[in-house]
């Protein structure tokens, strides 16, 4: 897709979704760091409901370090993975005490350090934390990245580096949540809603 034809793409998905923007509650770093790692196969809405207990019990790395994993699970059970994301983000503060004195690094490289930190979390972080010009692909991405000819691969790898020769990199930040918010209220897995999607013409949907 030729750049004009992406911008021409962004805009209309500027006006369908005019406050997209990260969903998830949190008021630092720390707290978007865990709200993400929480929120692999949930909503950010059922996080939402848990985070602001968990946080008010572990505000910051160094507490939720010492906490035992039998002591988190009842906190975030309603989301699902629970023993695996208790796991996971204990681990995750033990590293930003011991290797970051309690700061999430800026690079992606040493985000992906951090236990149960991927690639998709990592780019988040770095997008709405950081500012920094990233695309998180997440199941909604990939499926309405394809379906709008943006790209052509299940590899979400693949998929962020063709939407990011696609748009320029200025336009990263709101590529990531405007495609977020397309797949979540509008170009949905199940029922999309056809009917009133403005890019019809150029579905690639079977
Ligand atoms: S026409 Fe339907 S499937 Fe295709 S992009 Fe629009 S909402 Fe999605």
Same mark, same amino acid.
Request: net charge positive; glycine share 4%; charged share 25%.
């Given at each position: 897709?030729?750049?004009?034809?992406?911008?021409?793409?962004?805009s209309t998905l500027k006006e369908l979704f005019p406050n997209a923007?990260?969903?998830?509650?949190?008021?630092?770093?720390? /707290?978007?760091? #865990? &709200? @993400?790692?929480?929120?692999?196969?949930?909503?950010?809405? %059922?996080?939402?409901?848990?985070? =602001?207990?968990?946080?008010?019990?572990?505000?910051?790395?160094?507490?939720?370090?010492?906490?035992?994993?039998?002591?988190?699970?009842?906190y975030i059970q309603s989301l699902g993975l629970a023993k695996t994301?208790?796991?996971?983000?204990?681990?995750?503060?033990?590293?930003?005490?011991?290797?970051?004195?309690?700061?999430?690094?800026?690079?992606?490289?040493?985000?992906?350090?951090?236990?149960?930190?991927?690639?998709?979390?990592?780019?988040?972080?770095?997008?709405?934390?950081?500012? /920094?010009?990233? #695309? &998180? @692909?997440?199941?909604?991405?990939?499926?309405?990245?394809? %379906?709008?000819?943006?790209?052509? =691969?299940?590899?979400?790898?693949?998929?962020?580096?063709?939407?990011?020769?696609?748009?320029?990199?200025?336009?990263?930040?709101?590529?990531?949540?405007?495609?977020?918010?397309?797949?979540?209220?509008?170009?949905?897995?199940?029922?999309?809603?056809?009917?009133?999607?403005?890019?019809?013409?150029?579905?690639?949907?079977?």
């Open positions: 897709m030729f750049m004009d034809k992406s911008n021409e793409l962004l923007g990260c969903e998830l509650h949190y008021r630092n770093l720390f /707290e978007l760091l #865990i &709200a @993400v790692s929480l929120s692999a196969q949930t909503t950010d809405k %059922r996080v939402n409901q848990v985070t =602001s207990a968990l946080f008010s019990h572990y505000p910051t790395s160094k507490e939720l370090s010492k906490a035992k994993e039998e002591e988190i699970y009842p994301k208790s796991k996971h983000i204990i681990a995750l503060s033990k590293k930003l005490e011991e290797e970051f004195s309690g700061q999430i690094p800026s690079t992606r490289e040493k985000l992906m350090s951090l236990p149960g930190v991927g690639r998709k979390t990592a780019n988040v972080i770095l997008s709405v934390g950081f500012k /920094e010009p990233a #695309i &998180a @692909v997440d199941t909604h991405i990939a499926r309405v990245a394809n %379906r709008l000819g943006l790209a052509c =691969s299940t590899d979400v790898l693949e998929i962020e580096q063709s939407l990011m020769k696609q748009f320029q990199e200025k336009d990263w930040c709101d590529v990531h949540h405007l495609l977020l918010f397309f797949g979540r209220y509008l170009c949905k897995a199940q029922r999309p809603e056809c009917d009133r999607c403005p890019f019809v013409e150029q579905c690639k949907k079977s």
